[in-house]
């Protein structure tokens, strides 16, 4: 099972960045599949999740209007579009994927995401 992130980078306030997760070693259109962030010295928090058919995304407060999430079930990837970047953006974002029978969940390493002038 891998769940790998790319897409991070280093960006300018009021820019974009467009986060991809490749997955791999499980049923992907079997899972709903989430984005989450964690900025030095706090915790884990939940960005953005979309139902496992696409049909249903959730966002978090802080990026709701800015970021956009969708899946591409015949590639097995999930995209994050994240656009008018703030430097309170700035965190680790992670790929999460919840199967929708069970308690199976898979993380992915993380990808770096700086947005500084």
């Known amino acids: 099972v891998q769940l790998v992130e790319s897409g991070g980078g280093l960006v300018q306030p009021g820019g974009s960045l467009r986060l991809s997760c490749a997955a791999s070693?499980?049923?992907?259109?079997?899972?709903?599949m989430s984005w989450y962030r964690q900025a030095p010295g706090k915790e884990r928090e939940l960005v953005a999740s979309?139902?496992?058919?696409?049909?249903?995304?959730d966002y978090g407060g802080a990026v709701k209007g800015r970021f956009t999430i969708s899946r591409d079930n015949a590639k097995n990837t999930v995209y994050l579009q994240m656009n008018s970047l703030k430097p309170e953006d700035t965190a680790v974002y992670y790929c999460?994927?919840?199967?929708?029978?069970?308690?199976?969940?898979?993380w992915g390493q993380g990808t770096q995401v700086t947005v500084s002038s």
């Open positions: 999460n994927a919840q199967n929708i029978y069970s308690q199976r969940n898979y």
């Open positions: 070693g499980f049923a992907f259109s079997f899972y709903d």
């Open positions: 979309i139902s496992s058919g696409g049909g249903r995304t």
